[in-house]
């Protein structure tokens, strides 16, 4: 007897879950199930309630502040679960009411109709990569910070540095030396001073974990693939790994572009086509990062020596596919720049390009599989 199916929507908060069900069937009813505690052993209460009725389940709920948990509790006892980012969501332009149980039901009708799209959710070992080089750019915004409270202190009260560039050694002596004219001032330098040395370390040492994991990480070898590519150091490629996962699973580069917001937005009606700037959608880590990569092809394209030193060990397709990102990245920047265009439109358009060719090292590499 073939089971019926049963669309259950989740309104996720922090100690509390509102449950709705959607019917099968485009006529089939839609109510509220209630409300529950945030725990997953009170889900399991309902899961074992639905499914002693004879139902077959399939969950849907927002992505959020409470990760995915909930999804890998349940994918781990075979249940279909959907993750949706809420932007994505159809939203009713004129409905001026929301509260939790209307949102679980909301998110029942539109899985029941098929017109949700699922978020990628990353096995707990590269969640947890994430969280690592996350936390080394959250160091390094603060380090950016702490940089910029003592060059403004210093300004405000009329020192400038006069050398070739700043945090450079000259610098950083140039600072020390410096002697304030009323004792508190020279508290908050001080403080300022020991801040940004407190940052730099913090990054050092998060840096050095990403190092001493990678090896243990079971997307190194994929890591070390997307390092075979110009401005692409370590951090760049764990980050992209670790926000991305297997690029593989978008059908073309032009999709992953999207994904990370690198294509120009449109607004285009009629016989009227108008681009604007990028959309700036999607995962804004990998993003940033390849941006910070793509300054490396403002020069003449080359094999410097550190570049063929992580290339070693790597076949010679994925080295060439390195080689036809150079001279294809460095002679369109060129290009670009003898037009006129602003710098920093011409590296967002070779972001959208280094993307490219990363997507297509990725089919040269053999991704894990997990169990």
Known sequence: MKK??????????????????AEAGRNGEVRSYGKIDGSLGALDKVIRKLVSKGYELHFVYEAGPCGYEIYRHLAAQGFDCMV??????????????????????????????????????????????RDLTR???????????????????????????????????????????????????????QEYVDAFTECTRRVERLTGQIQQLLPQWRMVSVVKAYQSLRGVSLIVAATTVAEIGDMTRFTSPVELMSYLGLVPSEHSSGEKTKRGAITKTGNGHVRRVLVEASWAYRLPARVSRELRKRQ?????????????????LCARYKRMLAKGKPKQVIVTAIARELCAFMWAIAHEVEFPIMA
């Open 135 to 189: 936390s080394r750019e959250d160091a390094k915004l603060a380090e950016k910070k702490a940089k910029q409270r003592i060059l403004a202190f210093l300004l405000r009260h009329g020192h400038h540095f006069n050398g070739r560039s700043h945090w450079s050694q000259a610098h950083l002596r140039w600072i020390a030396g410096i002697k304030m004219p009323h004792p508190a001032q020279q508290i908050v330098l």
């Open 84 to 129: 949706v980012a809420p932007a994505m969501i159809p939203k009713q332009s004129g409905n001026r009411i929301k509260n939790d149980h209307r949102d679980a039901q909301m998110l029942a009708r539109l899985h029941r109709a098929g017109e949700l799209s699922a978020v990628f959710v990353p096995f707990a070992e590269d969640e947890a990569m």
């Open 312 to 328: 070693e060990g790597l076949s010679q397709e994925i080295c060439d596919i390195s080689w036809k990102a150079q001279l294809r």
């Open 4 to 21: 019926s199916s049963i669309f259950v929507g989740l309104d996720v908060h922090k100690n509390s879950i509102e449950i709705a069900i």
